[in-house]
């Protein structure tokens, strides 16, 4: 059983529907239907809203959720011509490298950016995380206004619920692997 299964059979058992615990939780219910359809697994911070919503504690929602073993996605050259791409403008843009990624527990990305390209300013959801990994060039990470330079071979990890915007601070390209977790497109 998965975690969307397990909710929908506590849902059904409590003659709740969709709209009812998205009024009792705030989550939305396109959300809870994504969760319920095995879409995206939800994030801890709506499985907790929505745990509050049926008075339960996290362990009640978790207990008999079998946890997939075999949740293998290769990712190479054919699928890297495939993957989606999110462009900020001309100089900045991010390749999604995984499938499917709404279904798993991390967002891995690779960032490129030519010289004086600069993503918007992000803020993701509290309990979100990133690791910055810079392959290529020079970067600066502003995290709430203050600056971190990174160059090739260095990394930094931090709270990305904070806001954050990358900047290429050098004169070529830049590449940086950002992974994301929990997932926050």
């Known amino acids: ?3 969307g299964e397990k909710l929908k059979m506590l849902r059904k058992s409590r003659d709740l529907t969709l709209d009812d615990i998205s009024r009792k939780s705030g989550v939305g219910k396109a959300t809870l239907s994504r969760i319920e359809n095995a879409i995206t697994p939800g994030t801890l911070r709506t499985h907790m809203k929505i745990c509050e919503a049926l008075n339960l504690n996290l362990k009640d929602l978790y207990e008999g959720i079998e946890v997939p073993r075999d949740k293998i996605t ?5 699928t890297t011509q495939e993957a989606e ?24 990305q690779l960032l490129l950016l030519e010289p004086q390209g600069k993503t918007h300013l992000e803020e993701n959801v509290t309990g ?6 810079c392959t290529d060039g020079k ?6 206004g203050k600056p971190y330079n990174l160059k090739k071979g260095s990394s930094l990890y931090f709270n990305s619920s904070l806001p954050h915007r990358f900047i290429n601070i050098g004169k070529k390209p830049t ?10 497109l």
Not at 128 to 133: I, Y
């Open 139 to 144: 970067i600066q990470l502003n995290i709430e």
């Open 1 to 3: 059983m998965n975690v």
């Open 85 to 108: 791409v999110f462009s900020y403008d001309e100089k900045a843009k991010s390749i999604i490298l995984t499938k499917n990624a709404q279904k798993n527990n991390m967002l891995p």
């Open 74 to 78: 290769p990712f190479n050259e054919k």
């Open 128 to 133: 979100t995380e990133k690791f910055v990994f």
């Open 175 to 184: 590449k940086c692997l950002v992974v994301t977790s929990p997932v926050a």
